[in-house]
T-cell receptor
């Protein structure tokens, strides 16, 4: 089955860019998602990318997909204290009803 | 605003005492999911409904059941909760299947077992 890996922690200074990385194993993964989870809350969909795309930009967020290496990244420009959260990478190889395979999440820590 | 609503936010039950968690949605989505998320772990899919069709994940314990009486509501029933079932339970919806529709999550119910 699919396996999604992320580093557990990332520490950046306020105002710098944050880059959160993710790798996945199933080359048939066609949809890749980034979710944000703040303490005690559910998951907020940030952005997603289809496998026929290399890049997607949405305001401060940029997603890069390298299909050859099965590598996905999320770049947050001008990181703010409100960006402090856990960021989950998720993949699915089919439609929504296949369920998502999540990574363990990356804790983004913002230094003043 | 259209959304996925989970009640209650926090639930405490006793070891072995049945408990039901509730999820409702105003998105009119066809698919509803239940995930279990233990501390510092990734959410894990338990099962989902596509309309009235129930789909159980192979490794979901028999102790977990679900009901979907109508499009808007979906319930998670834990028949005999054990200490290992303490977790955050997340409900999610997606519009349909087969076209990569994103899943939208509620805020979760944190279940504690005494």
């Amino acid at each position: 089955g699919e396996d999604v890996e992320q580093s557990l922690f990332l520490s950046v200074r306020e105002g710098d860019s944050s880059v959160i990385n993710c790798t996945y194993t199933d080359s048939s993964s066609t949809y890749l998602y980034w979710y944000k989870q703040e303490p005690g809350a559910g998951l907020q969909l940030l952005t997603y990318i289809f496998s026929n795309m290399d890049m997607k930009q949405d305001q401060r967020l940029t997603v890069l997909l390298n299909k050859k290496d099965k590598h996905l990244s999320l770049r947050i420009a001008d990181t703010q204290t409100g960006d402090s959260a856990i960021y989950f990478c998720a993949a699915t190889s089919g439609g929504g009803a296949d369920g998502l395979t999540f990574g363990k999440g990356t804790h983004l820590i913002i230094q003043p | 605003d259209a959304m996925v609503i989970q009640n209650p936010r926090y639930q405490v039950t006793q070891f072995g005492k049945p408990v039901t968690l509730s999820c409702s949605q105003t998105l009119n989505h066809n698919v509803m999911y239940w995930y279990q998320q233990k501390s510092s772990q990734a959410p894990k899919l338990l099962f989902h409904y596509y309309d009235k069709d129930f789909n159980n994940e192979a490794d979901t314990p028999d102790n977990f059941q679900s009901r979907r009486p109508n499009t808007s509501f979906c319930f998670l029933d834990i028949r005999s909760p054990g200490l290992g079932d303490a977790a955050m339970y997340l409900c999610a919806t997606s519009r349909d299947i087969g076209v990569g529709q994103p899943q939208h999550f509620g805020d979760g119910t944190r279940l504690s077992i005494l």
